[in-house]
């Protein structure tokens, strides 16, 4: 039973972490009373740690475009900086202080 448990969060994080890198919202929970089982079934909550999925299973990227100063680009490129690298772990430290 407790795989079963295990297999199923699995599952409602990996369609969850779909909707969301689609640029969906996060699906609603369903009431434990609108669930109905089938007979000698029962309902079970799911807890979903979506941050920790994502960081363990998120692959989808986006491409942006951005602009910087010119003076910044040749310090850059001559220091051998990786740019989708520096922009996505600001990013990433910026939304981790905020959760």
Request: hydrophobic fraction near 40%; proline fraction near 2%.
């Given at each position: 039973m407790?795989?079963?448990i295990l297999m199923?969060?699995?599952?409602a994080s990996g369609w969850v972490l779909d909707e969301l890198e689609d640029g969906k919202n996060e699906p609603e929970a369903s009431s434990m009373e609108s669930v109905i089982p089938d007979?000698?079934?029962?309902?079970?909550l799911l807890v979903l740690d979506?941050?920790?999925?994502?960081?363990?299973?998120g692959e989808k990227a986006v491409?942006?475009?951005?602009?910087?100063p010119a003076w910044l680009n040749t310090f850059a490129?001559?220091?051998?900086?990786?740019?989708s690298q520096v922009l996505?772990?600001?990013?990433?430290?910026?939304y981790q202080q905020q959760t």
């Open positions: 407790a795989d079963a199923a969060e699995d599952a007979p000698g079934g029962f309902v079970s979506m941050d920790a999925y994502a960081g363990r299973y491409r942006k475009n951005l602009t910087i490129e001559n220091n051998h900086i990786n740019f996505q772990d600001s990013l990433i430290a910026i």
